[in-house]
């Protein structure tokens, strides 16, 4: 970090600076110019409390220099990591779609749900048990008998499962029931006493982006469930909310590189909630996928237009088949596979 004074600084000024720093168990570089006087502080500047610093007199700005979040940081390291859900990789070679319902519905949904899942080629199963929905008066999901439904037809197809956790009274029935992958949802991404308790699990975390969250706020929202322990987490970019209302919300594609230069952890994209439409998923899926994604994540039924929840942005079984012959070839061009 450095500490830059204003023109002209007096020496009591410099000085009470330096002892700041000093307290805070950092060492003060002092360089002084003609007309400014810069202060570096040497040492781990995450354990500064920069508000404190920037009140001090004669003060002008404090510049950091590294990035606040530690954990989720690329600083340091050369490769990405890879998160393993039940021997499953995200983030490495292999790009990982997961797919199914906006919301489990019945034990013979799910069936066919798994069964296009598996015939697909994907490795994981999405759907919500339990669903945050704008009107208190929509369907809010069948709850914990979802879980059972899904789980069920899960292990008969091999399937990791991806679902929702909207409260953190329901954690321990998540990992009773065998959840592989806890879903964070746009709307809690900065839910942090959620995230801590997440955090305390070594389950793999899906972190939706929040729809008016900064990339900055993201990577801190994913600081506090690492900070808690659990290192296992996936960013999923779902959209964010903008002046355009042709499409339910604004695909940051732009988010992939970024992150990806940020953090050392997997990228995912969910194109449905982005488009809101089943024909604009391919789309935005084959520019994921091109952008460097290490996923997806898709809404998928096995008639949409019977579905309980999102049914506009559900694919079918056929159109998921066709979506993967296409990503396929776009994985290859790219030295990944599928
Ligand atoms: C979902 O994936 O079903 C969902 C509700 O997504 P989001 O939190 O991105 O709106
Ligand atoms: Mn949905």
Redesign the pocket.
Known sequence: MIIIMTPGASDVSIAAVTQRLETMGLKAHLSRGIHQTVIGAIGDERRINETGLEALPEVDRIVRVMRPYKFVSREGRDHGSVVEVCGIPVGGQQIQVIAGP??VETPAQMEEVATAVVAAGCRMM?G?AF??RTSPYAFQGVGVEGLVMMKEAAKRHGLPIVT?LLDVRMLDTFLEYGVDVI??????MQNFELLKEVGRTHTPVVL??G?SATISEWLMAAEYIAAAGNHNIIF?E??VRSFEDAYR?MLDVTAVPVLKRETHLPVII?P??AGGKAWMVPALARAAIAAGADGL?V?MHPRPVEAW??ADQALSPTELNALMVELRGIATVLGRTL
Do not use: A, W
Not at 183 to 188: A, C, D, P, V
């Open positions: 906006c919301s999405r919500g669903k945050p929702e879903q964070i949802g746009t709307r809690n939706k982006r729809f999923c779902r959209g919300n969910d449905s909630h994540l809404e929840s999102d």
